[in-house]
């Protein structure tokens, strides 16, 4: 059975920085792509970041384009998500999910998902 479990999330003030890890556990995911995904109270879970497990390329939203930093560590079966010059739009649940295939932005098409770690950001 595969899981993911989440940490690193906390309360963080405007202009912070956290990072969040996802270890994964299950079966060998060098060919599975990881992605995080953010739910903001009241709003539909959206698409952060992805990184495919193999060559390590990287897509990001364009709302945290340049402040998120996604990477792997393949021996851990570990992704983190670097969040620097943390916004208050940026609380929310952040997720982390995988799928066996290649990066991906939809909700839809990932297979695994973790219980996710709450990111809070005040001004």
């Known amino acids: 059975q595969v899981q993911l479990v989440e940490s690193g999330g906390g309360l963080v003030q405007a202009g912070g920085s956290l990072r969040l890890s996802c270890a994964a556990s299950g079966r060998t995911f060098s060919n599975y792509a990881m992605g995080w995904f953010r739910q903001a109270s009241g709003k539909e879970r959206e698409f952060v970041a992805v990184?495919?497990?193999?060559?390590?390329?990287?897509y990001y939203a364009d709302s945290v384009k340049g402040r998120f930093t996604i990477s792997r560590d393949n021996a851990k079966n570990t992704v983190y998500l670097q969040m620097n010059s943390l916004k208050p739009e940026d609380t929310a649940i952040y997720y982390c999910a995988a799928r066996t295939r290649g990066a991906a932005t939809a909700m839809i098409d990932y297979d695994y998902w973790g219980q996710g770690t709450q990111v809070t950001v005040f001004s």
């Open positions: 990184i495919t497990w193999n060559h390590g390329n990287t």
